[in-house]
DNA sequence: AAGTTGACCCCGA
DNA sequence: TTCGGGGCCAACT
């Protein structure tokens, strides 16, 4: 394992049903601290991944559905999340915080090994 | 090979 | 409190 994207993927895998994570979160779990941007950018590419990858479970810090444009339709990823009994309202994850689950605080640090 | 670009984030007006 | 600018890392052209 050794491929930043792979990282990402894996560790978005790991989000648990019905919760949400950030980019932030993620990029600096998998060791790459302020990289939140290359997170996001290994999401678009999450598409050609060789396993299944719940993007839409991926989130800005702010809780706001950010990708939204980049799915296969529009409005793809608020009907995936309200699916798994998450609400959002106007693009944004209503009580964030309480369904924001962090990588770092769940996983264990040999989780990319 | 060098420059550009993001599904972001932080900090200073 | 809201708004704007700069930083960041790696893939893409």
Redesign the pocket.
């Known amino acids: 394992m050794d491929?930043?994207?792979e990282k990402v993927w894996k560790v978005t895998r790991a989000i648990p049903y019905g919760r949400v994570s950030?980019?932030?979160a993620i990029a600096q779990f998998v060791g790459?601290?302020?990289?939140?941007?290359?997170?996001?950018?290994a999401?678009?590419?999450?598409?050609a991944a060789p396993e299944w990858v719940p993007?839409?479970r991926?989130v800005?810090?702010?809780g706001i559905l950010?990708?939204q444009h980049?799915?296969p339709q529009s409005g793809m990823?608020q009907s995936l999340l309200q699916q798994e009994g998450i609400r959002v309202e106007d693009d944004t994850v209503v009580d964030f915080e309480k369904v924001f689950w962090d990588p770092g605080k769940h996983l264990p640090a040999s989780f990319l090994d």
């Open positions: 491929a930043f994207f950030t980019y932030g790459s601290g302020r990289a939140a941007r290359m997170a996001g950018y999401m678009n590419k999450s598409f993007a839409h991926v800005n810090r702010q950010t990708g980049h799915f990823m």
